[in-house]
């Protein structure tokens, strides 16, 4: 079964520093995405930035980029130049496809919560 | 473009009440899928329904139901209410395999 694990419950940050958020997941599929998503205390939840497995490459949004190592399955997420509206719960998402019904979803991980410190 | 929305913010239920909660989709989005994500958790998938059909199911039992409307919105029922439903419900639509987005979730208090 497909597992995402996410291993720091709380961070903290100054303003205007760089933070890395963990996060680790197992599968045996070769073919997937993988997510970040904010969540404010407004409870919406924003995508951040996703990325593609089959995507050497680390995806970057603006502030906000990946280290995605596919052997070690770590897709950790790196905030730089953090704000204060980055303070947030930050989940860790695996998109599971399973052949059997077609469904798409997303595994989530418990989540870190990050606060940036004035 | 409107985005994804869901009524109502919050509510309150009895024990083994019924609830039924609403989902619009984004525009241009076939796909629905309902999460409930307890306090201090991760969201949890309940289903998915594609194109008016339900797509897959998670570990829930058959007292959560759903529905797809032509218009792709969709609701999620609840059925013989228990304490432990108590928890945020979050829609988010897509395209079947892309990202999905997330309405702001429905609060539902079980007492």
């Known amino acids: 079964a497909q597992t995402v694990t996410q291993s720091q419950p709380e961070m903290s940050v100054q303003e205007a520093e760089t933070v890395t958020l963990s996060c680790t997941y197992d599968t045996s599929e070769n073919n997937y995405y993988l997510f970040w998503y904010k969540q404010p205390p407004s409870r919406q939840m924003i995508l951040v930035i996703r990325q593609e497995a089959y995507k050497q490459q680390n995806a970057t949004e603006n502030r906000f980029s990946v280290n995605f190592q596919k052997a070690a399955k770590s897709f950790s997420l790196k905030i730089s130049d953090s704000q204060l509206g980055d303070t947030a719960m930050y989940f860790c998402a695996f998109m599971k496809h399973e052949f059997t019904s077609g469904t798409y979803k997303y595994i989530f991980g418990t989540g870190t919560r990050l606060k940036v410190l004035a | 473009e409107t985005g994804v929305t869901q009524s109502p913010t919050h509510l309150i239920k009895t024990r083994g009440q019924q609830v039924t909660l609403r989902c619009s989709s984004q525009s241009g989005h076939n796909t629905v899928s309902w999460y409930q994500q307890a306090l201090g958790q991760g969201p949890q998938f309940i289903f998915q329904?594609?194109?008016?059909?339900?797509?897959g199911r998670g570990n829930f039992p058959p007292r959560f139901s759903g529905l797809q409307f032509p218009n792709y919105s969709s609701e999620l029922n609840v059925n013989a209410l228990e304490l432990d439903d108590s928890a945020l419900y979050l829609c988010?639509?897509?395209?079947?395999?892309?990202?999905?987005?997330f309405g702001p979730g429905t609060r539902l208090t079980v007492t």
């Open positions: 329904y594609y194109r008016e059909e339900e797509n």
């Open positions: 988010a639509s897509s395209l079947l395999r892309d990202e999905q987005y």
